[in-house]
């Protein structure tokens, strides 16, 4: 059976009225005065409407009129209609079911002695106290929560509070990202860095400057390694090689450092945006000299060269490239000694012990490998599972990891974690931290890093205090 709209209105509005809890006479004097507003928008809105639709005709009589819409359209808003009417028909069950089970609780809450009636309910008195109930639950669990664990909190500032984490100098002028950094062997000791921009800078600790530029290679330059009794740097490339090139510094006066930076290391920390890089908008490596060939280059790679290092004596360097070997070269010649092959994937990093002709090389088949030379007549080989990349500094006793999430952690040898170099909006990494270099012979900074926000961080650690209080 079909009503007409008024009809369904005066239907609807009749029984929700029923359902609807007595008000006072000032709300019910708002109610009234609102739907009159609300009438008079309504035909205002319908000022274009046919006499007849404003008096509410049977869907059967407009079905039949003569209409300026398609017959699809018409049909589809008869057809929505339908729809609303039947959802409104459900509404209004809904409310008879519910108010039927307010009169079973008053019935039982009365003999009770405590009657509550619809109108107590709808002003939201039981919501009310059930609010306040639960406002005192949760504010009872804070308070639990705040208690049992400020004594841990209060346990992780007393252990940092004497291992200070001080940012001493920022290394600002390359272009790009940089790949990673290192420290000079020998007098005069310097810092290197090597970029995304085809460049390697070489720069004063003290004073942060810029001292030599070599620009020889043609593509991404990804390591830096400098010899371990001469003035003689080794990088490596992403145009497939390795350069081996000589430096000659004179180290400038040092300038007084005021201790403004001074913070402690711990776990809190201040976001700031991934857009808030250094300002290299002058290029602070023009002044510097600025070496453009290489003593000797070792080619011998049919892929991108990720790292290089000298072995023991620096007569010899060992390369890792993305063509899944790593070569073993003369230094002095320029000749491949021993290609090193057995990863199943691109390398990723080689390293090589300080006092022992051994190399180490990692590669994305999830396996770092051991490389034995200490017996000229058998070169060993042993095979490690569990990990793709080589990308952490060791320095007295205690391991520096970058992070791709702008972190740096300071681990001890039992793999404990004894604090975080602080990072703010002001100071640390903004990005991606590369790579971690200890230079444990420096009096100004220990433990130096760099990262994709285009700049090298020297920072002091003190580290008798983290390994006393771990």
Known sequence: MEYPKNLLQERLGHHLLEVMPTESGSCSTARQAKQKRKSHSLSIRRTNSSEQERTGLPREMLEGQDSKLPSSVRSTLLELFGQIEREFENLYIENL????????????????????????????????????????????????????????VSSFKTTTSRAVCQLVKEYIGHR???????????????????????????????TGRCLVKYSGHVGSVNSIKFHPSEQLALTASGDQTAHIWSYAVQLPTPQPIADTTQQICGEDEVECSDKDEPDVDADVSSDCPTIRVPLTSLKSH?????AADWLVGGKQAVTASWDRTANL?????AELVHSLTGHDQELT???????????????????????????????????FQGHTE?????????????????????????????????????????????????????????????????????????????????
């Open 97 to 152: 079911e519910l108010r039927r089970e307010i009169e079973t609780l008053n019935e039982r809450l009365a003999a009770e002695g405590q009657a509550i009636d619809g109108a107590e309910l709808s002003k939201g008195q039981l919501k009310t106290k059930a609010s306040h109930s639960t406002s005192q639950l949760s504010q009872k669990l804070k308070t639990t929560y705040k208690a049992s664990t400020s004594k841990i």
């Open 176 to 206: 790009d990202g940089i790949w990673d950094v290192s420290v000079a062997r020998t007098q005069p000791v310097v810092l290197g860095t090597a970029s995304a921009d085809h460049t390697a800078l070489l720069w004063s600790i003290e």
């Open 302 to 306: 049919q892929g991108v060269v990720i």
């Open 329 to 333: 070269f003369d230094v002095e010649t």
């Open 349 to 383: 990093h080689c390293c090589t012990h300080p006092t022992q002709r051994l190399v180490v090389t990692s590669s994305r088949d999830t396996t770092f490998r051991l490389w034995d030379f200490r017996d000229p007549s058998i070169h060993s080989v042993n095979v």
């Open 390 to 470: 080589i990308n952490v500094c060791v320095g007295q006793k205690i391991i520096a990891l970058p992070h791709d999430n702008r972190q740096v952690r300071l681990f001890d040898m039992s793999g404990v974690r004894l604090a975080r170099l602080p990072r703010s909006s002001r100071q640390g990494h903004r990005r991606m931290v590369c790579c971690s270099a200890w230079s444990e012979d420096h009096p100004m900074c220990n433990l130096f890093t760099c990262g994709f926000d285009r700049q090298a961080i020297g920072w002091n650690i003190n580290i008798p205090a983290l390994l006393q209080e771990k």
